[in-house]
Nanobody
Framework: QVQPVESGGGSVQAGDSLRLACNASGRNPRTITVGWFRQAPGKEREFVAGLSGLRDTTGYADAVKGRFTISRDNAKNTVYLQMNNLKAEDTALYYC????????????????????WGQGTQVTVST
């Protein structure tokens, strides 16, 4: 069973940084697609960043481009989301999701491609 597990959330001030981690349930990140999504209260779940291992491709939402970086540690089966210069609008529950299929930088944004989801980790940014 594939069950991603997120960690690293917390409460910070605007301008601070956080690093989220997603343990990919024993799967090597080189062989899967890992996506980070977030959901704020009253809003739909939205794509934040993704990493397609087989294509060695990353993708970012416009709202986080230049501030967030997705990376992987294959030896630890872990994918990270480094979040810098956090803003109040980044406040949300952040989910890690895994797709066992091959995705592109465009298709990885579609949450319907992900069958395996973590429980989420809360990120709260205060001004």
């Amino acid at each position: 069973q594939v069950q991603p597990v997120e960690s690293g959330g917390g409460s910070v001030q605007a301008g601070d940084s956080l690093r989220l981690a997603c343990n990919a349930s024993g799967r090597n990140p080189r062989t899967i697609t890992v996506g980070w999504f977030r959901q704020a209260p009253g809003k739909e779940r939205e794509f934040v960043a993704g990493l397609s291992g087989l294509r060695d491709t990353t993708g970012y939402a416009d709202a986080v481009k230049g501030r967030f970086t997705i990376s992987r540690d294959n030896a630890k089966n872990t994918v990270y989301l480094q979040m810098n210069n956090l803003k109040a609008e980044d406040t949300a529950l952040y989910y890690c999701a895994i797709s066992l299929g091959v995705t592109t930088a465009q298709s990885m944004r579609d949450r319907r491609l992900y069958r395996h989801w973590g429980q989420g980790t809360q990120v709260t940014v205060s001004t």
